[in-house]
């Protein structure tokens, strides 16, 4: 029997709407983004707050595909997946990225930042500025910078005086400059991805290691390092990296849109971090953890300070070292 005219024309507009949905879905760029941490934390919040917004303006543009919980791997691993292109999007310490630009290292100096204002000041500089084209130059576009919160000492048992680090091992990120910053203080320094942590301190292979109270608490370190010595001795900075390879092959408008959303997501992380944090001190102090105002920043501020002349002439000079200390950042 043959088709009446209303089912022929059905059909008819069904082929012919196919081939442009099924366009539409090709069209849409995958997009995976690799997060350390849980859903509910800032490091994968920030993703879903990113994805909104570029939800909003490029509508069925991009599938975002957001990882969490260092299901990809840890920062080193996440990075050359970025660089291959398999990983498209994620966040990275400057610590972890002074790997491939040891420039970073310039943010990193113990000791150099009074608060989040003055590292955001830096980093928004002609400092800033030439990490970016640093990093650009290893295949990781980076639209915005972000601020993870200060890095305190976390050990089994309480280390509240510099000279009780002598002898014991501490866990530190693969940077030459961490590694250093602690044999300053006469401790043995072992470094391991954030992700072997946990084991590592609870078998004993490690004594103590630094974090921000909000990844202390994401990774429930608390169990197994309850003390924690408030030295505040690095201010953690970070950034919003892309794939330079993934980038390459977007056009204009695609950039401009992750642009804006990325730079509003990192402005969003900052907030949420803040929040965090406070959140994340109750979360550790009601498992069992013990927080150690310091007494005397002088005596931990006088082995830092050795770590700034060995590494000044990667980063630009004592000069630039001092300057930024001091708050001279050029815009």
Aim: a negative charge; one cysteine or more; proline letters at 5%.
């Amino acid at each position: 029997m043959l088709p009446d005219r209303r089912t022929f024309l059905a059909a008819c507009a069904g082929a012919i709407a196919a081939p442009a949905l099924i366009g539409r879905a090709r069209a849409a760029t995958p997009l995976v983004v690799a997060s350390l941490l849980a859903e509910d934390k800032p490091e994968t919040r920030i993703w879903t707050h990113i994805r909104d917004r570029v939800e909003a303006e490029l509508p069925g543009a991009f599938t975002f595909n957001i990882v969490p919980n260092a299901a990809l791997g840890g920062e080193k691993e996440v990075v050359e997946g970025m660089q291959l292109g398999s990983i498209q999007a994620s966040l990275a310490t400057l610590s972890s990225l002074s790997a491939w630009v040891p420039e970073s290292q310039l943010f990193d100096m113990p000791f150099l930042f009074d608060d989040a204002a003055h590292l955001r000041a830096a980093l928004g500089g002609e400092d800033g500025g030439a990490l970016r084209s640093r990093l650009a130059g290893q295949g990781l576009v980076t639209p915005a910078f972000i601020n993870y919160g200060a890095r305190h000492l976390l050990a089994r048992e309480p280390l509240t005086a510099p000279d009780q680090l002598r002898g014991k091992r501490i866990r530190v990120i693969q940077s030459p400059l961490h590694a250093q910053l602690w044999e300053s203080f006469g401790a043995h320094p072992i470094a391991l991805p954030i992700t072997e942590t946990y084991n590592a301190l609870s078998t004993g292979h490690v004594d103590a290691m630094d974090l921000t109270l909000s990844a202390y608490a994401g990774f429930r370190l608390y169990e197994v390092v309850p003390q924690v010595t408030l030295t505040g001795h690095i201010h953690a900075a970070g950034a919003v990296i892309f794939s330079g390879r993934f980038w390459s092959g977007l056009d204009e408008e695609a950039r401009s849109v992750l642009q804006k959303a990325a730079v509003q997501g990192a402005r969003h992380f900052n907030t949420l971090m803040a929040a965090d944090e406070k959140a994340s001190v109750k979360v550790a102090e009601d498992g069992g953890a013990v927080l150690h105002e310091v007494t005397d920043r002088a005596a931990w501020e006088a082995p830092a300070r050795a770590v700034w002349e060995s590494f000044a002439e990667r980063v630009g000079g004592m000069e630039r070292i001092e300057a930024v200390a001091a708050g001279q950042c050029s815009a």
